[in-house]
């Protein structure tokens, strides 16, 4: 027996038109592989056509996206997306955006290039927890800050745990406010002893960015990278409560993409409501990949056909055929009954904003065309 048709969730006839046409930053985010990227593409593309001046970072995207958005490298730079009037694309290069946080905020070009030719900040750039959230962070206020564009959508990272992008910069400055060098030299004796202690405190990126220089003056590179940066927590920690003042306001909207699966639902339940804790302004939730119904007519004949198809599996070609079209619809019927349970009980009780179900598309998204059809779900057509 098929399932019996579920009850839809609630269904909410607004999308994102509003947000697109006038929040200044989108900020997309959800667990790793749900459609990040390609939501932030989508509403990027929205807000292009709604007149604005429009710039997407995105982060890794897949190879042929990042093509059909004139993206050939990693380089932190604004490239004109060709075929759409006003929008901008760049791959934020996570390294390139590090060393920039140090020009800036180094007092001097000798100290910025102390810290720069450091082994220990040249690990640190991949290891620390959160990095790249900050680095998104830190492109998107500069972005902001040029004065530019009407709309910047920001597309995050995969991070397996949600918590990474909000508390990037308090980690990223209570790391380098220079605590931990303080119990490292407390220490002393020997760099392995030293290093123990610091894992102790339950900095285990510090260790494999640590753990990755081996060899002589280890410790003096530590010392010295600590040192470099005496007096220039104040600026970063300004600077982090400046980005986090700007997600906070009103100008700003958080979409946060699933897909049907309990697991991503289970995540993105967390992240709401973590952004409702942290006074994140939510603007949607985007359920992605969903199975569409089949329609009335196929579910009846479905229903309706259910005794003859085990004989029609063993008929002629035509009874075979119609016999295997059937049985598709049937699966498709039964995965979208479970996607639609599974977004009922994960999302329950849960005040997202705007929620939405977008399609699983016949085939993968890697170009303008597919962004189009993304489109006309998130924003109608
Ligand atoms: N609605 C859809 N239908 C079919 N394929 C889709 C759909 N949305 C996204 N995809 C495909 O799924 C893959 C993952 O999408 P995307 O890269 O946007 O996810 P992501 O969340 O950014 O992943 P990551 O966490 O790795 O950055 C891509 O190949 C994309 O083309
Ligand atoms: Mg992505």
């Known amino acids: 027996m098929a399932d019996a048709p579920v009850a839809e969730p609630d269904r909410d006839d607004r999308d994102l038109r509003e947000v697109v046409a006038t929040r200044h930053i989108i900020v997309c985010t959800g667990s790793g592989g749900v459609g990040k990227t390609t939501t932030a593409a989508t509403l990027a593309l929205a807000a292009a056509r709604a007149g604005r001046r429009t710039i997407v970072v995105t982060i890794d995207p897949a190879r042929r996206l990042a093509q059909s958005m004139g993206l050939e490298q990693l380089d932190n730079t604004p490239r004109p997306v060709a075929g759409v009037e006003g929008l901008d694309a760049m791959m934020l290069d996570m390294k390139r955006t590090f060393d920039e946080v140090i020009d800036r905020h180094a007092d001097d070009p000798a ?85 123990g202690r610091v894992a102790a405190f339950g900095t285990s990126l510090f260790m494999k960015a640590a753990g990755r220089i081996t060899g002589a003056g280890v410790l003096d590179d530590l010392g010295e990278f600590f040192q470099s940066f005496e007096g220039m927590y104040e600026g970063f920690k300004h600077r982090a409560q400046a980005v986090y ?137």
Request: charged fraction near 25%.
């Open 111 to 195: 100290r910025a290039q102390r810290i720069k030719s450091n082994r220990f900040y040249q690990q640190l750039s991949d290891t620390l927890a959160g990095t790249q959230e900050y680095m998104a962070m830190e492109k998107l206020f500069d972005l902001h800050s040029t004065g530019h564009y009407d709309c910047i959508v920001v597309d995050t990272p995969p991070t397996r745990n949600a918590l990474d992008f909000l508390d990037a910069p308090r980690r990223l400055t209570d790391f380098l406010d220079g605590r931990f060098l303080k119990m490292f030299l407390s220490t002393g004796v020997s760099a392995g002893r030293a290093v």
């Open 245 to 381: 003042r700007l997600l906070s306001s009103g100008d700003t909207a958080f979409v946060v993409v699933a897909t049907a699966d309990p697991g991503a639902l289970r995540e993105a339940r967390y992240f709401v409501q973590r952004l409702a804790k942290d006074g994140m302004p939510m603007a949607g939730l985007v359920v992605n990949r969903v199975a569409e119904p089949i329609s009335d007519d196929l579910q009846a004949l479905v229903a309706a056909t259910e005794d003859e198809r085990g004989a029609w599996a063993e008929g002629d070609d035509q009874q075979r055929a119609v016999a295997g079209l059937l049985a598709l619809a049937r699966r498709q019927a039964d995965v979208r009954a479970r996607q639609q349970r599974a977004i009922r009980n994960g999302l329950h009780g849960l005040d997202v904003g705007v929620r939405l179900e977008v399609p699983l598309m016949a085939s993968d998204v890697h170009d303008l065309d597919g962004l189009r059809a993304i489109a006309a779900h998130l924003v109608a057509a």
